[in-house]
T-cell receptor, first 115, second 111 residues
Framework: EAQVTQNPRYLITVTGKKLTVTCSQN?????MSWYRQDPGLGLRQIYYSMNVEVTDKGDVPEGYKVSRKEKRNFPLILESPSPNQTSLYFCASRVGLFTSTDTQYFGPGTRLTVL | QQPVQSPQAVILREGEDAVINCSSSKALYSVHWYRQKHGEAPVFLMILLKGGEQKGHEKISASFNEKKQQSSLYLTASQLSYSGTYFCGTEANMGRRALTFGSGTRLQVQP
């Protein structure tokens, strides 16, 4: 079954305590992304990766890091979380860029609260 | 810059039609459409590419007017299952491939 998995699904942490949210896909997709979703603001792209070792900033990259050492994994790192990073985070992978079969699959989401 | 969606919310009766619009101030390469139900992840509906096109997916279809940088999502003969929030996402530059979403249109279909 085609899947994008994220862990943890829920996380409560404190300001400044480094954390990593993992993301994995089993579809051999080259393109992966991280988004955050906040009420009234829709989805905003944090970072994306077009392939292993290739990453680029989205609209809201400040305070986040990513790495893409393997095709299937794309972890999101918050080195010093702050309360304004409290949000719902989605990882996604995409296949067939800019073709008629282009499709993006989202993970189930990670709800992060930073106190 | 975030694309602008309209309307922000719409309430329909089953069987009625709806149109959701998405417009951008930038020249676009592609427009995506997604539906998200409460408490769930967004689900991809379709992508429309530069060159201007229309696409259909069951009773849901969309068009992309490249000259106006506008896309419209058409929901015909709506069903209860169509309820949710619809987002458009735009890509302005094929090389960079960053995706920017609108703030969403909340659709509620009532019996």
């Amino acid at each position: 079954e085609a899947q994008v998995t994220q862990n943890p699904r829920y996380l409560i942490t404190v300001t400044g305590k480094k954390l990593t949210v993992t993301c994995s896909q089993n579809m051999n997709h080259e393109y992966m992304s991280w988004y955050r979703q906040d009420p009234g603001l829709g989805l905003r792209q944090i970072y994306y990766s077009m392939n292993v070792e290739v990453t680029d900033k989205g609209d809201v990259p400040e305070g986040y890091k990513v790495s893409r050492k393997e095709k299937r994994n794309f972890p999101l790192i918050l080195e010093s979380p702050s309360p304004n990073q409290t949000s719902l985070y989605f990882c996604a992978s995409r296949v067939g860029l800019f073709t008629s079969t282009d499709t993006q699959y989202f993970g189930p989401g990670t709800r992060l609260t930073v106190l | 810059q975030q694309p602008v969606q309209s309307p922000q919310a719409v309430i329909l009766r089953e069987g009625e039609d709806a149109v959701i619009n998405c417009s951008s101030s930038k020249a676009l390469y592609s427009v995506h459409w997604y539906r998200q139900k409460h408490g769930e992840a967004p689900v991809f509906l379709m992508i429309l590419l530069k060159g201007g096109e229309q696409k259909g997916h069951e009773k849901i279809s969309a068009s992309f007017n490249e000259k106006k940088q506008q896309s419209s999502l058409y929901l015909t003969a709506s069903q209860l299952s169509y309820s949710g929030t619809y987002f458009c996402g735009t890509e302005a530059n094929m090389g960079r491939r960053a995706l920017t979403f609108g703030s969403g249109t909340r659709l509620q279909v009532q019996p």
